[in-house]
C-alpha cells in the first residue's frame, strides 16, 4: 500500500467546517474525522463520491484499482489527466483528490478487488465503510460476503449510460439522531411532571399586570388554560375539532382588555392560541420505538450487544418503572415571547427533569454493562444524554444482504411486479441493469461496448431480458426501447450522471459514519432522462 502525503490544514477547523458542524454538529465531525473508507475503483462515479468524502473531513481514504489510467477515463474523469495515461488509475486519483483537502490522509492499492479477496480477504475488515463502483455482479456478490460477515456496511454505486443505481447492504444500521423534519415538541401538557405542575401553579394570570401577563410563556398559558378546561370537562383533554377551537376561544377570553373593551394585542396569547395543536399532542411512545423495545436484541442483552441495544434496553426499564409509560423528557422548549427571567425559569423545568431522567437511564445503564460483564467505559455520560434527548425518533436500518436479493429463490418478486404494473417505472431500469450484468457473464462483455455489435447484441440482451425473468418467476415484459437504448449506452458512464450520483452516495455514507439522519433502503434508482428516481427495497 502506498500513501500520499496531507498538511496541517491552514484554517481553523471551526471556520473550514462551519457549515457542517451546523448540520451533524462536533460529535458528528468527530466521526467524520475517524472514519476510514475504502473505495473500490477510481472511476469517475468512485472520485466524484470521495470528493464529496474528503471536502468535509473524512479522516482517510483508500482506493483500490489494478487498472491503469486510458484515454476514456480521462474523457469523464476530473481526476485524472492527459498525463496520467498509462499511469496506475489509484495513485492518480488520490494525488488529485488529495490537492483538496490537507486535513484528509489518501492511499491506494494498485491490485484489483478480486486479487485482494484472493490473497487477503481481511483487508477490508478495518474500515468504516467500504465504496464499490463500476464492479461486475461476481465480484460484488464475492465482496459484499465478506463484508456482511463482519457487519461492515458496503454501499454499491453504478453509472450506466443514463442510469445511476445505489444498493446499501448493511445488516444493522442504528441511527440516534434521526433528525426528523417534522419534531413535535415533548412538552408534556397532557401529563405534566411534578415540578411542571408546581412551576404552572406558581403563575397567577388574574392578578398581573399588563407588562407581566403578556410576557408570559405561552405554555404557561396553555397549561393554565388546560386545567380550568379539564375541571370543567371531567379531567378530559379537548380531543375534536369542536373541542378545540372552544379551548381556544377560552384562551381569548383571557387577553386583558382595553377601558373600551377591545382585547390588547397579546402576542404571547397569540402564540397560544397558534400552538394549541403542539400543545395537545399526546405523550406517548411513538410505533417505531415500541417496535425496538419489542426486538428480541432489546430484550436479550448479552456480552455481543452494541451500546445501542444496552442504551435501548435501559430505556425500557425506564419507560415500564418511573416513566410510567413514557420516554425519558427531551428537556427542549421552542423560542418564544417571553421575558427572558420566566423563559430561562420554565426552560430550566425542562432541562432538571431530562437531567434526572437521563440519570435513573444511566443507573439502569451501569447495572446492566455490570450484568454482562462489560466496562463501564463502553458507553459515555454524554452517549447516555444524547440518546435520551433523541429517544422518540430512534430509528434502526436493517438491509437484506446481495446474496439474498441475486439467488433467484429469495428475490423480492412480489416488489418486482408491483413496481412494473406501470411498465415504465424505474424498476425496469433495475431488471436491465441486472439483465446486462447477465449479458456479461455469458459473454465477457457488456452489450453495445463495439459500436459494429450493437444491433447484434440487442437480440442477445432481449433473450438475457426473458431469461431473467423467467428465472426469477415474474411475468412482466420489458419495452423493446429500453433494451434498444441499454445496448446504445454500451456501458458508459457519463459525467453528468456519476457526479449527481456521487453527490448522493457520499450524503448516504456519511448518514453511515456519523450515524445521523437515515440512509435509504435499500436500492436507489435514478432515471437521468426524465430525472425522476425511485427508492425500494430489494
Keep these: 500500500m ?8 491552514a484554517l481553523n477547523k471551526e471556520e473550514k467546517y462551519d457549515r457542517q458542524l451546523r448540520l451533524w454538529g462536533d460529535h458528528g465531525q468527530e466521526a ?18 470521495l470528493k464529496n468524502l474528503v471536502l468535509p473531513g473524512i479522516g482517510s481514504f483508500t482506493i483500490v484499482d489494478g487498472r491503469a489510467v486510458a484515454g476514456e477515463d480521462v474523457g469523464n474523469n476530473f481526476f485524472l489527466t492527459k498525463n496520467s495515461i498509462g499511469k496506475s488509475r489509484a495513485q492518480a486519483a488520490t494525488e488529485l483528490l488529495q490537492e483538496l483537502n490537507s486535513d484528509v490522509s489518501g492511499n491506494f492499492v494498485e491490485e484489483s478487488v478480486e486479487q485482494l479477496l484472493e490473497n487477503d480477504p481481511t483487508f477490508f475488515l478495518g474500515f468504516s465503510v467500504v465504496i464499490a463502483t463500476q464492479l461486475a455482479e461476481s465480484s460484488l456478490l464475492h465482496l459484499s460476503t465478506v463484508l456482511w460477515a463482519a457487519d461492515l456496511p458496503l454501499l454499491v454505486c453504478r453509472t450506466y449510460g443514463l442510469v445511476g443505481y445505489m444498493r446499501l447492504a ?14 413535535l415538541e415533548d412538552l408534556r401538557l397532557d401529563k405534566p411532571f411534578p ?20 410576557h408570559t410563556p405561552w405554555i404557561i398559558v396553555v397549561a393554565k388554560y388546560l386545567e380550568r378546561w379539564c375541571e370543567e370537562h371531567n379531567n378530559q383533554l379537548p380531543k375534536t375539532y369542536k373541542e378545540k377551537e372552544a379551548f381556544r376561544e377560552l384562551i381569548r377570553q383571557g387577553l386583558l382588555k382595553n377601558d373600551d373593551g377591545t382585547p390588547e394585542d397579546e402576542e404571547n396569547f397569540d402564540e397560544a392560541i397558534k400552538n394549541v395543536n403542539t400543545a395537545l399532542n399526546p405523550t406517548k411512545v411513538p410505533s417505531n420505538v415500541e417496535e425496538l423495545f419489542k426486538d428480541q436484541r432489546c430484550t436479550n442483552v448479552n456480552t455481543q450487544s452494541s451500546p445501542f441495544w444496552i442504551l435501548m434496553r435501559a430505556v425500557q426499564q425506564f419507560v415500564e418503572k418511573e416513566g410510567l409509560g413514557n420516554l425519558p423528557v427531551r428537556g427542549t422548549i421552542p423560542d418564544m415571547i417571553a421575558d427572558s427571567s420566566r423563559f430561562i425559569r420554565l426552560q430550566n423545568v425542562y432541562r432538571e427533569k431530562a437531567k434526572e431522567d437521563a440519570s435513573i437511564i444511566s443507573d439502569y445503564v451501569t447495572e446492566i454493562l455490570g450484568s454482562i460483564g462489560r466496562p463501564l467505559e463502553t458507553i459515555s455520560e454524554k452517549d447516555i444524554w444524547l440518546f435520551c434527548r433523541n429517544a422518540a425518533f430512534l430509528r434502526l436500518v436493517r438491509c437484506r444482504s446481495l446474496a ?11 416488489q418486482i411486479a408491483s413496481c412494473m404494473e406501470n411498465l415504465d417505472s424505474e424498476m425496469v431500469l433495475y431488471i436491465m441493469l441486472r439483465a446486462v450484468e447477465y449479458f456479461h457473464r455469458q459473454h465477457g462483455r457488456y452489450p453495445g461496448v463495439y459500436n459494429n455489435q450493437v444491433e447484434e447484441d440487442i437480440g ?56 445521523q439522519f437515515v440512509p435509504f433502503n435499500n436500492t436507489f434508482i435514478y432515471n437521468a432522462m426524465l430525472q425522476t428516481s425511485m427508492t425500494v427495497q430489494l
Excluded at 415540578?195 to 403578556?214: A, C, F, G, P, Q
Excluded at 418467476?473 to 449527481?500: L, N, T
Aim: hydrophobic share 35%.
Design 2 to 9: 502506498a500513501a500520499a502525503g496531507g498538511g496541517t490544514g
Design 32 to 49: 467524520l474525522e475517524a472514519a476510514r473508507v475504502c473505495l473500490i475503483n477510481a472511476s469517475a462515479t468512485g472520485t466524484e463520491i
Design 170 to 183: 448493511v445488516k444493522e444500521h442504528p441511527v440516534v439522531e434521526s433528525h426528523p423534519d417534522n419534531a
Design 195 to 214: 415540578h411542571l405542575r408546581t412551576h404552572v401553579h406558581e403563575y397567577d394570570l388574574n392578578s398581573m399586570d399588563k407588562k407581566d401577563h403578556s
Design 404 to 414: 439474498e436479493e441475486f439467488n433467484a429463490e429469495t428475490t423480492n418478486k412480489d
Design 460 to 515: 442477445k440482451l432481449k433473450s438475457c431480458v426473458i431469461s431473467l425473468l423467467q428465472e426469477w418467476g415474474v411475468s412482466v415484459s420489458v419495452k423493446d426501447d429500453y433494451i434498444h437504448e441499454f445496448c446504445r449506452y454500451g456501458a458508459s458512464e457519463p459525467h453528468a450522471v456519476a457526479s449527481f450520483l456521487g453527490g448522493t452516495a457520499a450524503q448516504e455514507a456519511i448518514k453511515i459514519i456519523t450515524k
